[in-house]
């Protein structure tokens, strides 16, 4: 990677979150006023043709930034100018980024690469596609910075080994571009997620009439379907199978979800209710899971991916009580507030906002902390995912009980009274009697009970809160 001075925490970045001992070395270039004034035509072509010399890459990327855009740069004719004295492929990603986000950019990048090269070998007079003899499958989308992606994909290669299905190419992990051409070779697609790889799924589909799969095996019940479809596709290509006997080993003796479903710990956890909020593939997965699979309500469920609108409400509405697209985090903030939840699923944004209301919080999707980029192997994805799911899920509930006990018993040094501040100024008082009871509630549903009782008393035209209104609140059908 070759980039203005400035961009260099790419490096700092990837050694830290991809946890490998090589990662992709980045060297800078000053952009300095005189540069800008003039224009960057001149800057942009020579670290073109003085990387492919010293790097002798297979392909050159060009991608537009705000700073170009303002410039109004023309890099399409930098990279003609450019592909004129390189080695190498000299490739514009044609994105807009005042116009799309950066999960958009990606997708669209990578079907562009994948189409740019088969394109390419169709020209040719002896390109020709055969099959591998054996069902095979790629993997398409998946990247360094997504949630948990690199165990996810270690986990459907275990899954394809076990049901007997050959991996032709994972792109774009380790995959070189001079490879790009036995993409069709595969008999289908899996798409793990849908922020990348789904416009490359559909080129290949339109192109080459390559089918695929997008059904994310996030749980049980996701599982089985996305193992189902891929039985469904084989048979409808003359290879016959049945998952069926597969299915049903993993989900009684390998998966322990389904068992800890029923177990006694998760019965404490009827009732509960959470709120769901990442990107469209991990925010209406989870949220399945928990109302499908863990019998927890689900207040409201949200996604920041808006390309996706349509598909996720599609996906949820079925049983939340509100879908929520939307990037303001202002705004899920405050809808977290209102809600009370008893517990949060959403990106690092969402734990922040549970750290400061105490309400816990599971963090289940990107924009993500290094602590989600774990050594050890958690995949979400596959039967190994669901108990690692199901482990987070039941984690994130308890979290709360043990600050209690922490309380009561005292924990270490370090831990500080978090109860929300969250002030219900109904024009009620509290009596000295009444006040204590309320310290002694957990602190985790302490900011509930305080709201709810004092709604009682201003209904009940009550001006001081006694030990016996709160009795009589929580004996009331407000169900404090």
Not at 27 to 55: F, M, P, W, Y
Not at 69 to 78: K, M, R, V, Y
Not at 426 to 452: Q, S
Request: hydrophobic share 35%.
């Amino acid at each position: 990677m070759h980039a203005p001075l400035g961009d260099d925490y790419f490096n700092v970045m990837q050694s830290m979150l991809e946890r490998e001992k090589e990662f992709t070395p980045v060297t800078a270039s000053i952009v300095d006023r005189h540069v800008l004034a003039q224009g960057s035509k001149e800057k942009v072509i020579d670290n073109i043709t003085r990387k492919d010399k010293e790097e002798k890459p297979d392909l050159v990327v060009v991608t537009p930034t705000c700073t170009s855009s303002i410039l109004q740069e023309d890099l399409a004719n930098f990279v003609t100018r450019a592909s004129y004295s390189s080695k190498a492929d000299v490739l514009l990603a044609d994105v807009n980024h005042y116009r799309v986000n950066e999960l958009q950019a990606a997708d669209r990048t990578l079907e562009q690469i994948i189409k740019f090269y088969l394109d390419k070998e169709c020209q040719e007079s002896n390109y020709s596609i055969t099959k591998t003899k054996h069902p095979s499958i790629n993997i398409i989308g998946g990247s360094t910075l997504g949630f948990h992606n690199q165990h996810d994909l270690v986990e459907l290669k275990k899954i394809l080994t076990e049901i007997n299905i050959h991996l032709n190419l994972v792109i774009p992990e380790n995959t070189e571009v001079t490879q790009i051409k036995d993409l069709p070779k595969a008999w289908l697609n899996i798409v793990p997620y849908r922020e990348t790889g789904i416009q490359a799924a559909e080129y290949l589909l339109k192109k080459f009439q390559m089918p695929y799969v997008n059904i994310t095996p996030m749980g049980l019940q996701q599982t089985a379907k996305f193992l189902k479809e891929i039985q469904s596709i084989l048979n409808n290509q003359g290879y016959e199978c049945d998952f069926e006997s597969y299915i049903k080993h993993q989900t009684s003796f390998v998966s322990q979800a389904a068992w800890f479903a029923r177990s006694v710990d998760c019965q404490n956890l009827i009732g509960k209710k959470a709120v769901v909020f990442g990107d469209a593939t991990h925010a209406a997965n989870f949220a399945k899971i928990l109302h499908y699979e863990m019998g927890i309500e689900v207040s409201w469920a949200g996604t920041y991916c808006k390309p996706d609108a349509e598909w996720f409400k599609a996906e949820v509405e079925d049983f939340c009580k509100k879908v929520i697209i939307s990037d303001d985090y202002n705004l899920i903030a405050t809808m977290i507030e209102e809600s009370e939840p008893d517990a949060i699923f959403g990106t690092q944004m969402e734990r922040h906002i549970g750290k400061r209301l105490n309400i816990p919080c599971g963090v289940i999707s990107s924009p993500v902390h290094i602590q989600n980029f774990p050594l050890s192997y958690r995949p979400f994805l596959g039967y190994e995912g669901s108990n690692q799911i199901a482990d987070l899920i039941y984690n994130s509930f308890t979290l709360g009980m043990e600050d209690h006990l922490l309380e009561i018993f005292g924990g270490h040094d370090s831990f500080q009274d978090n109860t929300p501040k969250l002030e219900y100024n109904n024009g009620v008082t509290w009596d000295e009697n009444a006040r204590k009871e309320l310290n002694k509630i957990p602190g985790f549903v302490r900011g509930k009970v305080k709201k709810n009782t004092e709604i009682f008393a201003k209904a009940n035209q009550i001006d001081e809160i006694t030990l016996e209104t709160m009795y009589a609140a929580k004996e009331s059908n407000l169900k404090i």
